[in-house]
């Protein structure tokens, strides 16, 4: 049968009768056609706004981090008591499947994207697993879970999920750069009060709110010498009295080794009092006690002091509340600096987190969206032969964003990485179906049919291939679209709702462009 079996029929029918008429009309009015399709296309902007950036989404498994803080210079067995609360309380939740603990260090790398943390006496970690991730009841639980790790006292507890993407120590960071250290410290305090009262952020880290205590000797070189001592030796023997000097190995029956180190007795090391009884040889042979020519004292200093550029920088730090998206969060906290924090001359302020790692990914990515636009551009002008008709194939574009983006919009997904790679592959196959309908157009005008006559049976006889052609890719996306991979999904999503709106509406656009662009030339010509 020349007209195909029976649902091509069915087909056929519903596009001569449906379509064909739309298509008449619109012709008949092609300006006031042209502005509804460029109000609709004008919606893209808001709703791109709406559902804002992201870089890559969460990675939806069922590991996660509990990472314990306690204040620089705290004991072992101080940080050891958070890390039983942490244990304890994860063991009181059913959906939590096992855990694994680490004490004074991080767990070893067990994600592509997080490091291990370096050996440190106030710090523990807890690598732990639900059950299985069940989406929004998961978060419920986890949500729990870090509400009552904020209740303890004396220690910070996060929460951490694994989140696809270069690594960052946290979605918002704020540098703070300058020269002074007590200016830095004051002004990381105020960064850090304007980020806990913006919405959408939690466990707000500042390195500089508490400082450390550390031990000065207050060492008198002129009266050292004049005793015999050398340069160096005090420093020496009070670093060896304090943090002690590995003297040898100790090997256990199962042949592990242990190192052993020579110091203080451990409960005495702690009183700056009995560094009065440690004695420093002298030149000659004898030995002058600590306190001959040295007043020790304990004196607050910045817990750390980082550099970024060169320069002295602290950084301040946040995490995101479920359900929120970093780009807005980290808009209004950046609108919040900038109005309510001045800055001494000097000093700067520079974004770092998922911020920066999406300003990397991004940077390159407009200038190759340019040069394909051109590419595109460019081929048509070759196949066509003229500038017209290349900008009719490529007008169907904002069609497929405006489709793209509202599938996003009415799914609660954000403009990602790898959704900005689906509306880059939407772009190609919106190319393609249009050029169809025009190429066969071009045909049937060098055949000697009329122009409008020409654009009306191009419209109606291709529009089944693009119709079939849209229908089938759109069936190979479906799964992946309904997967919920928070990944790859939003690539699909895009590119379907791209094909749907561009397969409906540039069956209209395509045409009344081509009709705008091209009926005032000679009759002999159409």
Known sequence: DPEGNAFLRAVNSGIHRLYSPILHRALARPWLTFAILAVICTATVPMLKAIGSSLFPPADTPQFLVKIETSDGTALSRTDQVLRFVEKRLAQEEDVNWTASNLGRGNPQIYYNQNQHETQTSFAEVFASLKAWEGEKSEVTLDRLRNDFSQYPGARISLITFENGPPINAPIAIRISGENLSVLKALAGQTEAILKTTPGTRDVANPMRLDRTDLDLGLDEARASSLGVAPGVARRVARLALSGEESGRFRDADGDDYPVRVRMPQGERNN???????????????????????????????????????????????????????????????????????????????????????????????????????????????????????????????????????????????????????????????????????????????????????????????????????????????????????????????????????????????????????????????
Do not use: C
Not at 377 to 394: H, N
């Open 272 to 526: 700056l009092s009995d560094l009065d009884q440690i004695y420093v040889p002298t030149q000659n042979g004898e030995a002058a006690p600590l306190n001959a020519i040295a007043t020790p004292s304990l004196k607050s200093s910045p817990a750390r002091i980082d550099r970024y550029d060169r320069e002295r920088t602290v950084t301040v730090s946040s995490q995101i509340q479920t359900g929120q998206l970093t780009s807005k969060v980290t808009a209004d906290a950046e609108a919040r600096l900038k109005r309510d924090l001045p800055l001494p001359p000097g000093y700067k302020i520079s974004l770092g987190g998922q911020a920066e790692a999406q300003s990397e990914s991004f940077s390159g990515l407009g200038a190759a969206v340019l040069v394909s636009i051109f590419g595109i551009l460019a081929v048509l002008v070759l196949e066509f032969g003229k500038f017209r008709t290349a900008l009719v194939v490529a007008g169907v574009i904002p069609l497929g964003l405006f489709g793209a983006v509202a599938a996003l919009f009415l799914t609660g997904n954000s403009l990602s990485f790898t959704a900005t790679i689906g509306l880059i592959a939407l772009i190609g196959i919106e190319i393609k179906n249009s050029i169809l309908l025009v190429d066969f157009t071009e045909q049937l005008r060098r055949d000697g049919m009329g122009l409008r006559d020409a654009i009306e049976r191009a419209g109606e006889i291709r529009f089944l291939p693009v119709l079939l052609t849209s229908v089938t890719a759109i069936g190979g996306l479906l799964p992946l679209a309904l997967e919920g991979s928070g990944l790859y999904s939003p690539l699909a999503i895009a590119i379907i709702g791209g094909l749907v709106t561009s397969t409906l509406l540039s069956r209209v656009a395509t045409p009344v462009t081509y009709w705008l662009l091209t009926r005032h030339e000679e009759p002999a010509t159409a």
